[in-house]
């Protein structure tokens, strides 16, 4: 469970460094995505995955699925162009998954049609809370494979909200009124650190945990949320939460590669793993989250796809660095004729 604190932390912290904006994202489906990427990578490659995600991260996923008591749907598939060759152990590693699955999508010859195919099953999964995963342009003729996690979850509480009503919400940008629910039960809080914590249980093993400052939002470690989560007791609170609903999409491939994870996205990076042939990297991995919190309940879906695509395979040469950082002079013009549309002279690009 350290592990996979200290990942999702690590990750929040990249992805939600502005602390005065929203963020939303799902750990459970980037780390199901990542950790299908680590099937296919071998060598130094799959070693910069696990590091991230620590070695326990496929047996975690597992055992976290939430009993008949939560609407729970999770798929994990793989999504192969016609004519490539996928190594067994990657298609018998998949299936040991929730949801594990291939299937074939016409990349080479109708990338378009490819993308509406996967996007179709996404929403079928994710309960049209995720339609268009994958966006114009995200996959193409070049795409070999796409490695797909998606998942959906719908559950009430373990007792009532009540006395909804406009409150106000401190921003950073000044205070705003918000639909403000009301419950006062017995519930397990905890106040550690300068934080509180209060545990919301919900049917299907589920809980939500607020989190609260004192102050302002700062870096949670994954050692002070250990220690929040484990001081939480039983005790008499009057909870005041705002209704919420959130929807968010990120490209991950900075995240990552900030993280240590680069081998996956470099041409000599080892993908075989996945299919013989050593052309192929990872070209970027896309993520969106939608989460909504009532009276009733909480809903929330999440989809994660890892893009594979070939490269002409020609070695690393070292680049010829070209720094633009004095006056200098630009031309835009035909191609062909090289007549010059415009000419401009850049002393001050500011």
């Known amino acids: 469970m350290t592990e996979h604190l200290a990942f999702t932390l690590a990750l929040h912290d990249v992805l939600a460094a502005d602390r005065t904006a929203n963020a939303c994202w799902s750990p459970y489906s980037v780390a199901s995505a990542l950790g299908l990427a680590s099937l296919a990578a071998k060598g130094e490659t799959r070693d910069q995955i696990v590091a991230l995600l620590g070695e326990d991260n496929a047996e975690l996923l597992a055992g976290s699925v939430p009993n008949d008591e939560a609407v729970f749907a999770v798929a994990n598939t793989l999504w192969a162009a016609e004519g490539v060759e996928i190594v067994p152990g990657f298609t018998k590693g998949l299936a040991t998954w ?33 339609p268009e995963l994958i966006k114009s342009g995200q996959v193409g003729t070049d795409t070999v494979a796409t490695l797909v996690n998606a998942l959906y979850l719908k559950t009430a509480w373990l007792g009532t909200f009540s006395d909804t009503a406009p409150l106000p919400f401190h921003a950073p940008a000044g205070a705003v009124e918000v639909p403000t629910m009301r419950r006062e039960a017995k519930m397990r809080h905890a106040a550690v650190d300068g934080w509180q914590a209060v545990s919301l249980p919900a049917h299907g093993e589920v809980e939500a945990v607020v989190l609260l400052p004192d102050g302002d939002l700062a870096a949670l470690t994954p050692d002070r949320l250990e220690a929040l989560v484990g001081a939480l007791e039983f005790r008499q609170v009057e909870l005041f939460l705002p209704k919420l609903a959130l929807t968010a999409s ?6 990552f590669t900030r993280l240590g994870v680069t081998r996956l996205f470099e041409p000599d990076g080892d993908l075989t793993g996945l299919t013989p042939d050593p052309r ?17 309940g909480l809903e929330g879906a999440a989809a994660t796809a890892v893009v594979f695509r070939s490269v002409a395979f020609e070695g690393y040469v070292e680049p010829h660095t070209v720094r633009v950082d004095r006056p200098y002079v630009l031309l835009v013009r035909h191609a062909g004729t090289g007549a010059v549309y415009f000419l401009a002279q850049v002393v001050d690009p500011s």
């Open 98 to 130: 929730p949801g594990g699955r291939s299937r074939q999508a016409p990349f080479e010859t109708d990338p378009e049609s490819a993308r509406k195919l996967i996007n179709a099953d996404v929403a079928d999964t994710t309960n049209d809370l995720i």
């Open 250 to 255: 990120e490209t991950l491939k900075s995240v």
């Open 280 to 296: 192929v990297l990872v070209d970027d991995i896309v993520h969106e989250a939608v989460l909504k919190i009532d009276e009733e």
